[in-house]
């Protein structure tokens, strides 16, 4: 069931927001081989009644690596008493989750690398990865593990009260010593908890065909930009959107892939430019499966209600033009 990726990953375990100003950096040519459809419908995500489709497996499945040498098992979620996690937001609560790699060979080995990668939700909002400073040393350091022995690690997640219930894909990239390329492996579960009202009513609806210009929020294709915020003030003002990409294809999709062109005004004024290697979260995306990231960058004194337009590009070059209002 696992995939060998075919493009070396980014393993950021945490969907951070970056900061990059308009002017830094020249174009780089953004990664993975996908191809946009402006007028295609993208496929929602599936209730959890259904079944999941190949490719994606339930938590506690075991799952082969290396050819049958490894195999690696997700178990959880698990929600933690209050303060169990340092620094978990008010309005969120935190989850554990265990990823046990056994050694099937018959002599020592060293124990592959692995990365997470959590999305929740009918727009798989990248969930936040609790951090253990006192055990991230030792969690990166090559680790020998006997034969038919195995090795446990402990994920701690952060997740919005409002996403009890929902359905949650986890991406393992399970990379083995000597090698650059991670296997992928899926997995998808419910959430503690009751779901909070009805579906998300943002799942991927399409776009109309033939749409040259599409507004803030909607889809064209396979991607979605949202409206774009902003705040602080002055030379440090800071705008913020949501990047959606869904995975039409029964095969993995290697990541995001879409570089984004941040202008403003009615000349077009280059805000900001931001590559998937500087900062969001890049992991696959399962097969069928939505990936959301917000992505942060330095915006200059442009007014709050005036024209802003995003260009998304993915990695064949097509592009697709997004516009609304900045801040509103």
Not at 85 to 93: E, F, I, K, M, R
Not at 102 to 122: D, F, K, S
Not at 195 to 206: F, K, L, V
């Amino acid at each position: 069931m696992s995939v060998r990726l075919h493009h070396v990953l980014p393993t950021v375990l945490l969907a951070g927001a970056v900061l990059i100003s308009g002017c830094a950096g020249s174009d780089r040519e953004p990664k993975a081989d996908r191809q946009a459809t402006p007028s295609t419908t993208p496929a929602a995500r599936p209730s959890p009644s259904v079944v999941l489709p190949d490719g994606i497996v339930k938590p506690g499945t075991v799952l082969p690596v290396g050819d049958g040498a490894w195999t690696v098992t997700l178990q959880g979620f698990e929600q933690l008493p209050a303060g169990a996690v340092a620094g978990v937001p008010a309005g969120s609560s935190a989850y554990a989750a265990r990823v046990t790699v056994a050694n099937q060979r018959a002599q020592i080995a060293t124990v592959p690398r692995t990365a997470v990668t959590a999305r929740y939700g009918a727009l798989g909002h990248t969930a936040a990865e609790a951090t253990d400073s006192s055990a991230s040393s030792s969690k990166d350091q090559p680790q020998q593990v006997r034969p038919n022995g195995s090795v446990d690690r402990d994920v701690k997640l952060v997740l919005p009260d409002q996403a009890q219930g929902l359905p949650v894909t986890v991406t393992v990239e399970a990379t083995e010593e000597g090698l650059a390329e991670p296997e992928l492996l899926f997995f998808e579960g419910t959430l503690p908890g009751d779901a909070a009202g009805s579906p998300d009513p943002r799942a991927p609806q399409g776009a109309p065909a033939g749409q040259s210009v599409t507004p803030l929020g909607q889809w064209n294709g396979h991607v979605r930009v949202g409206k774009v915020a902003v705040s602080g003030a002055g030379a440090s003002r800071t705008g913020s959107l949501e990047l959606s990409v869904v995975n039409r294809s029964g095969e993995p999709m290697s990541g995001l892939g879409t570089t984004l062109r941040i202008l403003t005004g009615k000349d077009l004024h280059l805000a900001a430019t931001v590559h998937p290697v500087y900062g969001y979260h890049d992991a696959a995306i399962a097969p069928y499966r939505t990936a959301t990231e917000t992505v942060s960058f330095r915006i200059p004194e442009a007014p709050i209600g005036g024209p802003v337009t995003v260009e998304a590009v993915d990695a064949g070059g097509s592009r697709v033009t997004f516009e609304g209002v900045l801040g509103q």
